[in-house]
């Protein structure tokens, strides 16, 4: 079992759209959760990051921790063309120890105007 | 705003050939890592670094890699015998206190 599942998609959506991306996970230790969007041939960028269940919201963006459900989500309010890209979760277990951070595949996203 | 910064940002090499990436880390950040993405694969975990140490590696990071902080600032990969399976885009990232994870730009690593 993978320990990070992320549905690949791709995923189409007209422009103004939320878009609505998930991760599940397998380990009940993972504490701290991130959400990284990458362009064709960069590096990832940060997109959010936390701790806790829960939402946290920055500007259009919304993460959502569930741990009870093991599952994360990313919303994307009036979504824009410029957000065309991959969008990736990642999570970690006790965090800066060392401990390596555990991506999903990444889904597919693209924002049609 | 304070980055990682990666180079070369493209290496291609033969087969056999012995490669170095460098990473120069966020000032304040005290772990480091190296990623790797095969292209269209997922981003896949090589090794972690702390105080002058391995922290953590996978599977991957076998004898023919090493890494290295040879002074304050780089953090290097090193691929001793390249074979064709290690062309990928090579990431570097760094962490510190209270910090996610920030990656590189990449080094793209193409063996003929």
């Known amino acids: 079992q993978k320990e990070v599942e992320q549905d690949p998609g791709p995923l189409s959506v007209p422009e103004g759209a939320i878009v609505s991306l998930n991760c599940t996970y397998s380990n009940s230790a993972f504490q701290y959760f991130m959400w990284y969007r990458q362009y064709s041939r960069k590096g990832p960028e940060l997109l959010m990051y936390t701790y806790s269940s829960g939402n946290k919201e920055d500007g259009r963006f919304t993460a959502q921790v569930d741990k009870s459900s093991k599952y994360i989500s990313l919303f994307i309010r009036d979504s824009q063309p410029s957000d065309s890209a991959t969008y990736l979760c990642?999570?970690?277990?006790?965090?800066?120890?060392?401990?390596?951070?555990?991506f999903g595949t990444g889904t597919s996203l693209t924002v049609i105007p | 705003e304070p980055e990682v910064t990666q180079t070369p940002s493209h290496q291609v090499t033969q087969m056999g050939q012995e490669v170095i990436l460098r990473c120069v880390p966020i000032s304040n950040h005290l772990y480091f890592y190296w990623y790797r993405q095969i292209l269209g694969q997922k981003v896949e975990f090589l090794v972690s670094?702390?105080?002058?140490?391995?922290?953590?590696k996978s599977e991957i990071f076998d004898d023919q890699f090493s890494v290295e902080r040879p002074d304050g600032s780089n953090f290097t990969l090193k691929i001793r015998s390249t074979k064709l399976e290690d062309s990928a885009m090579y990431f570097c990232?760094?962490?510190?206190?209270?910090?996610?994870?920030?990656f590189g730009e990449g080094s793209r690593l193409t063996v003929l």
């Open positions: 670094f702390y105080n002058n140490e391995i922290s953590e």
């Open positions: 990232a760094s962490s510190g206190p209270s910090a996610p994870l920030f």
């Open positions: 990642a999570m970690s277990l006790i965090p800066n120890t060392g401990n390596q951070f555990y």
